[in-house]
């Protein structure tokens, strides 16, 4: 950050910046503000490229957006410390300020230059409908063009590049990863528009629940149920040629696609749409195609596993019950139907944009990396992922110290595992009480014009269904990492995400290197859950997660599938062993311990 703008080659438009190397936050940087751990979307240490990505450079992404839509805050922004990702919510300035008197707030929005430019910008995202234009704009064709764009660099012999070409091919993907980031920050952003003032609106004002709005779009996750849809049909087009025997009997994915022509092209297609998903938001994690175990192990369950036929019908009559309700509680006209219109529209990019804004260019970063791993001599390709994306470019040019820089890189891993060992602190900087509040010296919202309001405020609701405060699921309860068999644990309680009731033996799942360990029927117990866990949870029978809220992941997968589920715990995995009964009640919220 230090060179100007246009001399910066990671940097050409002045815009986003690309910087890696700083495993500490600044000393005194954003003084007052909260930052907590975000283990929901990286669960372990980052390596430099993927803290480059997910910390500098999205948040200068959001900031950016921020202010062109006038939202009242700086940005919601990353940071790294010892490998650990941590997230705040900045407000406008960088930093709180003294409380301001309501009554003084228009006076400011008069006076103040900056926030008289933050508040006409809000006006014209208002006018212009820039929550519906976003999304009819990706749904209209930018996704398809987005993706096959992504899809290219894919493509192609990278070992015929010369080191000037896959340097320059490195930044060409490092703008377009940047460039798909911003838009999954825009669709995040329309997202939380459109059905966090819907859903503020029915459950402050109209007595709804939680559960009850999101009636409203059960089924909509296109992205969710996919996957499963596929694998089903690869299992219809074994059971057709006669080779489910030797499905059960597969070593690997190629014996099943041995089995006829149909299969071989299903599971082409599979790979093709969904197998480019990352696991983690961690360029240097494998993909969905790079674990073909997983692949391999559903398709055997699902060959067993009874065909839900009914669900679709299910879905269709509690969205129709709903919406009904929905119109009578807000009025039966024209606007009230928009509102509802424009919140189903935008929801299945809750969900489905990932494929194409973060899983498809990690992929093919991914790709990119792992030849610059060989190319440059490393101890293992991968430790690519643990220089920066200047300490590479350098060594293109230079080739002459490879072997300082393997060492480089052999040391950042070796810390990274180390860090790796170690539990970070839950949350950085001063202590505040979560979302549902504005940051610390906000002034009251009551005192801004309604669409500057009404905007920040659905925002702030949505990010609480994402993530709520631990107050939310009970405060954290002290506990041994790992419980011992027998010991009279008391229940688990959390948010009811889920509809529904059912017994069964648990199954801790600490993160996908444990997908092996479920067995069809278990109550997965779990931290977190990403979307590609949709590939491998349709077998269970019921959902518990420490953390999340009622738009999480793991909640929206097991409305999707039908399966009750509980979230926001907080200490489900600390309480829970491997193989106790427990009755899961996503009416509730409670996980009764059994046996």
């Given at each position: ?102 009554w003084m707030v228009p006076v400011l929005c008069r006076t103040r230059p900056a926030l008289r430019k933050r508040l006409a910008a809000a006006h014209a995202a208002d006018v212009s409908d820039q929550t519906g234009t976003t999304v009819t704009r990706w749904r209209g064709g930018e996704e398809d063009l987005l993706r096959e764009r992504g899809l290219g660099y894919l493509a192609g012999e990278l070992t015929a590049l010369t080191p000037r070409q896959v340097g320059a091919r490195l930044e060409e993907q490092l703008r377009f990863v940047t460039e798909c980031l911003t838009w999954h920050i825009r669709l995040h952003a329309a997202t939380a528009d459109a059905i966090g003032r819907l859903g503020l609106d029915l459950t402050a004002n109209r007595g709804w629940t939680l559960p009850e709005f999101m009636d409203l779009f059960v089924g909509l996750s ?374």
């Open positions: 950050m230090d060179r100007p703008a246009g001399g910066d080659p990671l940097n050409p438009h002045g815009t986003v910046r690309y910087r890696a190397d700083v495993t500490r936050a600044e000393d005194g940087a954003d003084e007052g503000v909260l930052w907590s751990l975000d283990r929901a979307h990286f669960p372990a240490p980052v390596t430099r490229w993927s803290s480059a990505l997910f910390t500098t450079t999205q948040t200068e992404v959001i900031h950016q957006l921020m202010a062109e839509s006038g939202m009242l805050l700086d940005g919601i922004a990353y940071r790294e410390v010892d490998g650990w990702i941590y997230r705040a919510v900045v407000p406008l300035g960088g930093r709180p300020h003294q409380p301001v008197p309501r296109d992205a969710t149920l996919g996957p499963a849809d596929v694998q089903q049909a690869i299992v219809e087009r074994i059971r057709e040629s006669g080779g489910l025997e030797k499905l059960a009997g597969a070593r690997t994915l190629a014996e099943v696609a041995e089995i006829s022509p149909d299969v071989a092209d299903e599971l082409q297609r599979f790979q093709e749409i969904w197998g480019l998903r990352t696991v983690r938001y961690e360029v240097a994690h494998p993909t969905v195609a790079d674990r073909p175990d997983l692949l391999l192990r559903t398709l055997k369950e699902a060959a067993h596993a009874p065909v839900d036929a009914g669900r679709n019908s299910r879905h269709a009559e509690r969205r129709r019950v709903a919406e009904a309700r929905a119109i009578a509680s807000l009025g039966n006209s024209s606007w009230t139907r928009r509102r509802l219109a424009r919140a189903r529209e935008a929801f299945p990019t809750r969900e489905g944009n990932e494929a194409t804004t973060i899983d498809v260019p990690l992929a093919g970063l991914r790709r990119l990396g792992l030849h610059l791993g060989e190319r440059l001599g490393l101890d293992r390709a991968d430790d690519v992922f643990d220089l920066t994306f200047q300490e590479v470019l350098a060594s293109l040019r230079d080739p002459a110290g490879g072997g300082a820089l393997a060492a480089v890189a052999r040391s950042r891993r070796l810390l990274r595992q180390h860090q790796a060992r170690h539990r970070p602190e839950e949350a950085l900087g001063e202590r505040a009480s979560g979302l549902t509040t504005l940051p610390a010296g906000a002034p009251d919202l009551r005192g801004f014009p309604r669409y500057a309001a009404e905007q920040l405020a659905a925002l702030l609701w949505y990010e609480d269904q994402i993530t709520p405060p631990v107050e939310a699921g009970g405060p954290p309860i002290p506990r041994p990492d790992r419980a011992s068999p027998g010991v009279d644990h008391p229940d688990v309680s959390g948010l009811g995400a889920s509809p529904g009731v059912y017994e069964g033996p648990a199954r801790v799942v600490r993160d996908e290197a444990d997908f092996a360990r479920i067995r069809p029927g278990e109550v997965v117990v779990c931290p977190i859950a990403s979307p590609v866990w949709s590939m491998v949870l349709p077998s269970i029978g019921a959902l518990v997660c420490d953390r999340g809220g009622i738009m999480s992941h793991p909640a929206i997968i097991a409305r999707e599938f039908g399966r009750p589920a509980v979230v926001a715990t907080s200490n489900a995995t600390r309480s829970i062993v491997d193989g106790v009964r427990v009755r899961v009640d996503g009416d509730t919220g409670k996980v009764t311990l059994l046996t």
